[in-house]
Structures are given as structure tokens and as C-alpha cells.
């Protein structure tokens, strides 16, 4: 069975803090992903990688940055979290010339105050 | 742009009853479509998908229909169970012509509930 797991289930932090989610898979995957999920709008896709080093912005990238070092891990970095930057983030992966199905992890509820 | 709309956002059925979710799309591009389901507090998890080469495809109590003419699918549950109460998300995807990544576009996701 495929395993995405994320670093926290839930998390607090302030307005201004810099923020890490991580996220790791155990299939050996080339695709990663970073989705954010809000009521009313599904799941928007916020950066992919689709190798080691390699990242592609997403719909919505403004105010997240990535960093693949490592295949099995895909890290999201809020440099100065904002209100607005409250919600779900999601992980998935995907191997290369599959059928588009991603394999998502739990989930990480991250509010900022 | 929503190139994925789920139209109803919420839907109840009675245990036993067919569900029918439906997703309308428009990009005439995509050629490969999904559906997810999401429990509270779980990531969404891979259902049932279609190629748009067909136009059915069934997997047990779970059936995707496609539509590429009215650019719509519908996914229909027979019959409902209390279990299938989730979040019902429809993706879709078109391949990139230089290869490699195909990005996957998700809708708003529509709620059942199958009330017993």
C-alpha cells in the first residue's frame, strides 16, 4: 500500500512565522504535489515537483515556496505566514505515465492567528 | 477559471437509493477523468476513472459516465450505504504535449449523505 504521510495533523502558528509542512511517500514516486483545500473551492493545486530539485508552480503559488532535496520528500515553506493562509494542506504523489491517480496523505489543518 | 464545476454541493439520499453526482467540464482537452472520496480529517482517496476513450466504466456498486459531447461525467452509487457518506471530489486531466507531468484540476466537491 502506498504511504503519504505529513508532518502534523494540526498546527498553530502567528502571522509572520515562517512555516515547514513536510511530507513523505514510500513508493518511490517521481510526482509530488502541495494542495491547499478551502470550503467552497476544492482542492487547489499550490506546487508540483516532478523530480528531485524540480518544482513547477501551481494555481496558487503566491506566499509558499518548495524544496525537494530528497525523492520521497516534498516540503511546503510559508516564509511569513498570513490569516489568509489558514486552511487544509494536502500531499500527494504520483509515479510518471500512470493514470493521473495521486495518492494523498492525511492532511495538515494549519490556522494562523 | 473553473475548468471542473460540481454543481450541487451537497446531496442526500436514502440508504439503498442510487446517488448520482454529477461534474461538468470545460476544457475539451482533458482526456482522463477521476473520481475521489474524502472522509473528515483523511486525504481523498482514488474511487473509480474513465478514459475518454469510453464512455462507462463500473467498478462494483460504483459506475462513471461520460459525456464528452456535453463535457459532463456523472458518477452513480447503487445502492447507497450509510458508508459512502464523504465528499465526493470529480479531477480531470489533459496530457501535456511535451510529456512528463500531467496536472490533474479538482472541482468544489459535492457531500453525500445516505441517511439510513
Known amino acids: 500500500d502506498v504511504k503519504v504521510t505529513q508532518s502534523s495533523r494540526y498546527l498553530v502558528k502567528r502571522t509572520g512565522e515562517k512555516v515547514f509542512l513536510e511530507c513523505v511517500q514510500d513508493?518511490?514516486?517521481?510526482?509530488m504535489f502541495w494542495y491547499r483545500q478551502d470550503p467552497g473551492l476544492g482542492l487547489r493545486l499550490i506546487y508540483f515537483s516532478y523530480d528531485v530539485k524540480m518544482k513547477e508552480k501551481g494555481d496558487i503559488p503566491e506566499g509558499y515556496s518548495v524544496s525537494r532535496e530528497k525523492k520521497e520528500r516534498f516540503s511546503l515553506i510559508l516564509e511569513s505566514a498570513s490569516t489568509n493562509q489558514t486552511s487544509m494542506y494536502l500531499c500527494?504523489?504520483?509515479?510518471?505515465?500512470?493514470?493521473?491517480?495521486?495518492?494523498f496523505g492525511p492532511g495538515t489543518r494549519l490556522t494562523v492567528t | 477559471d473553473q475548468q471542473v464545476k460540481q454543481n450541487s454541493p451537497s446531496l442526500s439520499v436514502q440508504e439503498g437509493r442510487i446517488s448520482i453526482l454529477n461534474c461538468d467540464y470545460t476544457n475539451s482537452m482533458f482526456d482522463y477523468f477521476l473520481w475521489y472520496k474524502k472522509y473528515p480529517a483523511e486525504g481523498p482517496t482514488f474511487l473509480i476513472s474513465i478514459s475518454s476513450i469510453k464512455d462507462k466504466n463500473e467498478d462494483g456498486r460504483f459506475t462513471v459516465f461520460l459525456n464528452k459531447s456535453a463535457k459532463h461525467l456523472s458518477l452513480h452509487i447503487v445502492p447507497s450505504q450509510p458508508g459512502d457518506s464523504a465528499v465526493y471530489f470529480c479531477?480531470?486531466?489533459?496530457?501535456?504535449?511535451?510529456?512528463?507531468?500531467?496536472?490533474?484540476?479538482f472541482g468544489t466537491g459535492t457531500k453525500l449523505q445516505v441517511i439510513p
Open positions: 500527494a504523489s504520483s509515479f510518471v505515465g500512470g493514470t493521473y491517480e495521486q495518492y
Open positions: 513508493m518511490d514516486h517521481e510526482n
Open positions: 479531477a480531470a486531466s489533459a496530457r501535456r504535449t511535451s510529456g512528463g507531468y500531467q496536472k490533474v484540476t
